[in-house]
């Protein structure tokens, strides 16, 4: 069964970075896109950014470029996120979510979030 | 960016009601329309894509329907288990975005 597992809670200082996991259990790793979601307390939802690992090139909203990083390690079928110069309107659930390959956008597959607090 | 529109933001409903959401997007986004269920404290999970497909395991009383820029989520006879947050997000062109919701409450 196809599981996406993310590391847990994380409460930042502003301006410090946070680097959250997420592992794919199940597939072919290499070849499936895996997105970012955030949402804030109580908001929809915000797409941030996504990876191909096959590709190895990320593509973020314009909105986070700059400050986010998404990176996948093949070894272990983990996708990271990391933000930089956090700000308390980062603080949020993330959200990794992804497709089941060629020809599909749709997000088939969520991990279960993670509560990133950005708190002084 | 292409903005999603939902409507409306949130309704009243009772068990057995045919409930209609509707999301507009500001410019075509050809079929690549998917709506989401959330349920408070837990990760969306994806009811229907490309406009009309049930996903796996959805309850066939969940369809879509719609073309270009006009979609919409209907849920035949509401259950229980439907009161829920629904968003609909396009694939079409990146960034991708969703709808801001819309929560279907108890009546």
């Known amino acids: 069964q196809v599981q996406l597992v993310q590391s847990g809670a994380e409460v930042k200082k502003p301006g410090s970075s946070v680097k959250v996991s997420c592992n794919d259990s199940?597939?072919?790793?290499?070849?499936?896109?895996f997105n970012w979601v955030r949402q804030a307390p109580g908001q929809g939802l915000e797409w941030m950014g996504r990876?191909?690992?096959?590709?190895?090139?990320?593509n973020y909203a314009q909105k986070f470029r700059g400050r986010l990083t998404i990176t996948a390690d093949k070894s272990t079928a983990t996708v990271h996120m990391e933000m930089r110069s956090l700000k308390s309107e980062d603080t949020a659930v993330y959200f990794c979510?992804?497709?089941?390959?060629?020809?599909?956008?749709?997000?088939?597959?969520w991990g279960q979030g993670t509560l990133v607090t950005v708190s002084s | 960016d292409i903005q999603m529109t939902q409507s409306p933001s949130s309704l009243s409903a009772s068990v057995g009601d045919r409930v209609i959401i509707t999301c507009r997007a500001s410019?075509?986004?050809?079929?690549?329309l998917h709506w989401y269920q959330q349920k408070a404290g837990l990760a969306p999970s994806l009811l229907i894509f490309?406009?009309?497909s049930l996903q796996s395991g959805v309850p066939a009383r969940f369809s879509g329907s719609g073309s270009g820029t006009d979609f919409s989520l209907t849920i035949s006879s509401l259950q229980p288990e439907d009161f829920a947050t629904y968003y609909c997000?396009?694939?079409?062109?990146?960034?991708?975005?969703f709808g801001q919701g819309t929560k279907v409450e108890m009546k």
């Open positions: 979510a992804r497709d089941i390959g060629v020809s599909t956008t749709y997000y088939v597959y």
């Open positions: 199940g597939g072919t790793f290499n070849y499936y896109t």
């Open positions: 490309d406009t009309y």
């Open positions: 997000q396009q694939t079409y062109s990146t960034p991708q975005t």
């Open positions: 990876i191909t690992p096959i590709l190895d090139t990320a």
């Open positions: 410019q075509t986004i050809n079929s690549e």
